[in-house]
């Protein structure tokens, strides 16, 4: 059978800088696996060309077989990619239950006319959005504020908010850009639990960037290493943790 995101020999290059360079990875199906490495390593790179933010110049990434390098990001979202941002999406003025419909916004283009003659499709798809969402912030334990503009909630509650934006989509496969950064250690072991509960109940693939060791550890199935644009290390968290070349890239020593 595919794996659901296969990553096959990514170039990626800003003039003469290669901000990838070749990586290769496969991320199955209810597997987490983390994507780390230094900072500039490329890791952001990736995920913008596996949603369709970045076109590689050449290499394949495939979603569930298909290939999506050069897809508009809509459609790629449509596959079932969701994903979060480091520097949060989010719009400070509109609710909590808006900004989080509006990560289904894929799911709800039923065209001009259909949403102005307000077609019984679209409102059924709608009304199914709206209490997959209400579900999510219940599960997410942010039903208490659905009501309240984001801009006026803490961070910690705003990565959730991310969270359940990338989720009500329901994703296949979800990419996790630096969830942990900013979060206080009992947020931070609240979100291993979140994660690793898509992976196991609803079978969902996650794809995390982090530089919080203790959540990569604690979550991951498997990691991939990436240093300069191409993988250095592949395998299991603990022992890559241990690799030299792993270490040696993290405190800039690497050729
Ligand atoms: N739009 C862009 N234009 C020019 N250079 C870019 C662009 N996006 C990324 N880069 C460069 O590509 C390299 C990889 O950057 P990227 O953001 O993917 O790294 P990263 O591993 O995600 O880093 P960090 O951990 O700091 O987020 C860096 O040298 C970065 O400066």
């Known amino acids: 059978m595919d794996a659901l995101l296969e990553v096959h020999d990514v170039h990626l290059s800003f003039g003469g800088l290669q901000a990838l360079d070749g990586p290769s990875l496969t991320v199955a199906d209810g597997e987490v696996v983390g994507l780390i490495g230094p900072n500039g390593a490329g890791k952001t790179s990736l995920f913008n060309c596996i949603n369709g933010l970045y076109r590689p110049q050449s290499g394949s990434v495939r979603v569930l077989g298909r290939e ?6 809509h459609r790629i979202a449509g596959l079932g990619v969701g994903r979060t941002f480091q520097n949060l999406g989010l719009l400070a003025s509109q609710t909590v239950l808006e900004n989080v419909l509006a990560g289904a916004y894929h799911a709800t283009r039923g065209g001009w006319w259909a949403t102005v003659l307000d077609l019984p ?87 995390l960037v982090e530089h919080h060791m203790g959540l990569v550890t604690s979550v991951c199935d498997r990691v991939v290493v990436l240093d300069f644009g191409r993988l250095i290390a592949e395998g299991d968290p603990r022992e890559v943790a241990r690799d030299p070349q792993v270490v040696a890239a993290y405190l800039g020593t690497a050729a």
């Open 121 to 207: 499709d679209v409102r059924r798809t709608e009304d199914r959005l709206r209490a997959r969402a209400l579900e999510l912030l219940t599960e997410l334990d942010l039903a208490d504020v659905a009501g309240r503009p984001v801009g006026t909630l803490p961070f910690g509650t705003l990565k959730r908010i991310e969270l359940a934006r990338a989720l009500v989509g329901e994703p296949r496969l979800l990419l996790v850009d630096e969830p942990a950064n900013g979060l206080v250690h009992s947020e931070v072991a609240e979100l291993g639990a979140t994660l690793r509960r898509l992976a196991t109940d609803r079978g969902a693939a996650i794809l």
């Open 68 to 73: 999506v390098a050069g897809l508009p990001r």
